[in-house]
T-cell receptor, first 116, second 115 residues
Framework: NAGVTQTPKFRVLKTGQSMTLLCAQD?????MYWYRQDPGMGLRLIHY???????AKGEVPDGYNVSRLKKQNFLLGLESAAPSQTSVYFC???????????????FGEGSRLTVL | AQSVAQPEDQVNVAEGNPLTVKCTYS??????LFWYVQYPNRGLQFLLK??????LVKGSYGFEAEFNKSQTSFHLKKPSALVSDSALYFC?????????????FGTGTRLKVLA
């Protein structure tokens, strides 16, 4: 059981380049989240999705776009990367409460992005 | 504003001694509280949660946490620390915003267990 898988694990970009991070979960979870982790700041929510075809902004959405065309996948895009987007990105998912979930998030192993 | 605070950036404890990692929260309503652990170059792993009921909750790897409503705290504890417990620990609270659940994380506490 793979759980939550993120690709790529590492990426180096130049300022202005674009890229997409892929998150895939095989647990049939409805909710999916993208966070960024920066030293001393904990995890901050970028975007989230409550189901296939729906997305919403989190705490720090500027400079990012997302899509959830399939229930198992949640893509995070950077259209024009900036050095301030250098970070470690984590995807997470969870079940709905009505679906038997008890609230905990399941995390991927992270994607380390460096923007030069 | 709803928030979670972890007042200590780092906690050092000798192996075999009890450990405590502190967490306080500020939310409206009844909180759902969580602890996660992050080992180097890994994602966060769920340790334990408090939803309702007994104020002392037990979780993975011998960890437990005590919910204290009057002090709005949810401190993580372990009776006897292991070197392998050295990691980054995050407290989180689930809040309801615009009809959706969101999770607010603390800034993390690095635990170092010294042999």
């Amino acid at each position: 059981n793979a759980g939550v898988t993120q690709t790529p694990k590492f990426r180096v970009l130049k300022t202005g380049q674009s890229m997409t991070l892929l998150c895939a979960q095989d647990m049939n979870h409805e909710y999916m989240y993208w966070y960024r982790q920066d030293p001393g700041m904990g995890l901050r929510l970028i975007h989230y999705s409550v189901g296939e075809g729906t997305t919403a902004k989190g705490e720090v959405p500027d400079g990012y776009n997302v899509s959830r065309l399939k229930k198992q996948n949640f893509l995070l895009g950077l259209e024009s990367a900036a050095p301030s987007q250098t970070s470690v990105y984590f995807c997470a998912s969870r079940k709905t409460t009505s679906g038997g979930g008890t609230g905990e998030l399941f995390f991927g192993e992270g994607s380390r992005l460096t923007v030069l | 504003a709803q928030s979670v605070a972890q007042p200590e950036d780092q906690v050092n404890v000798a192996e075999g001694n009890p450990l405590t990692v502190k967490c306080t929260y500020s939310v409206s309503g009844n909180p759902y509280l969580f602890w996660y652990v992050q080992y180097p170059n890994r994602g966060l792993q769920f340790l334990l949660k408090y939803i309702t009921g007994d104020n002392l909750v037990k979780g993975s790897y011998g960890f437990e946490a005590e919910f204290n409503k009057s002090q709005t705290s949810f401190h993580l504890k372990k009776p006897s620390a292991l070197v392998s417990d050295s990691a980054l620990y995050f407290c989180a609270v689930r809040v309801t915003t615009s009809g959706t659940y969101k999770y607010i994380f603390g800034t993390g506490t690095r635990l170092k267990v010294l042999a």
